[in-house]
C-alpha cells in the first residue's frame, strides 16, 4: 500500500468517524461550533482537546521501553497522524470548508509538510505561488494536481517517519521515553494548528 493511499484512508477514516476513533470531523466541529460559534475561541478549544489527546498518544506508546520499540512506533505514527488530520480538517469546518471536497483534503495534507509545502506544490506543477492558504488554493487544485499533492506528502511523511525514529530513542528507557514521545506530539499539533489557522482564513 502506498503512502497516498494511507493518507487517503486516514482521511477517510477521519470523515467518516467510526466508535473507538471518535466523532467524524463534522461532529467533532459542530460541537464546537455549537458552543462557541464560528470563532477563534471554538478552534482554540477544539485544538487544545486534540493536543492533549495526541500527547497522550504519544505518552502511551512510549512506556513500553525498547522491548516494544519496533512495535509502538507504528502505532504513535498513525495514532498520532489520525489526531493531527481530524483537528486540521475540524478548523476547515469550524471555518465553513467542505471537508469532503478534494480541494479540502488536499489543503489539509499540505498543512502536514511544514516548510515543505513550496517544494510540494512545485512538483504537482503549481510553480508560482507564494500563498498558500485555501482561497488561493482551492481554484487551482484539479483531481490530477490533487493526486500528485497526495503522492508528494505522503513521500515526505515516509522520510518524516524515519527522522521522527531518532527523537523516539528515549524510548529505550521505559518512562522516559512516554515523556519524550509525549512532549513531541504536544509541540508537533501545536504547529499543525497555527498552520491549519493561517491556511484556512
Do not use: H, W
Not at 14 to 22: D, L, M
Not at 83 to 88: G, L, P, S, T
Amino acid at each position: 500500500m502506498n503512502t497516498s493511499t494511507v493518507l487517503n484512508n486516514i482521511y477517510n477514516l477521519a470523515v467518516t468517524g467510526n466508535g473507538s476513533f471518535g466523532d467524524s470531523i463534522q461532529e467533532l466541529a459542530d460541537e464546537y461550533v455549537e458552543r462557541y460559534g464560528r470563532t477563534e475561541k471554538a478552534i482554540d478549544k477544539m485544538v487544545s482537546n486534540q493536543r492533549l489527546k495526541c500527547t497522550a498518544t504519544g505518552f502511551v506508546t512510549g512506556l513500553g521501553g525498547f522491548v516494544t520499540l519496533p512495535i509502538t512506533i507504528p502505532a504513535d505514527i498513525a495514532s498520532s497522524l489520525y489526531i493531527e488530520i481530524r483537528m486540521i480538517a475540524a478548523v476547515a469546518a469550524i471555518r465553513g470548508y467542505d471537508i469532503n471536497s478534494d480541494e479540502v483534503k488536499t489543503l489539509v495534507y499540505l498543512c502536514i509538510v511544514g516548510n515543505s509545502v513550496g517544494d510540494v506544490l512545485k512538483q504537482a506543477g503549481l510553480k508560482s505561488l507564494t500563498n498558500y492558504t485555501a482561497k488561493v488554493l482551492i481554484p487551482k487544485i484539479s483531481k490530477s494536481i490533487a493526486e500528485k499533492i497526495a503522492k508528494n506528502v505522503g513521500n515526505k511523511l515516509l522520510l518524516k517517519t524515519s527522522t521522527k525514529v531518532l527523537p523516539k530513542l528515549g524510548k529505550m528507557v521505559p518512562v522516559i521515553g512516554g515523556v519524550v514521545s509525549g512532549a513531541y506530539n504536544y509541540a508537533e499539533v501545536s504547529a499543525y494548528a497555527k498552520v491549519a489557522k493561517d491556511r484556512f482564513n
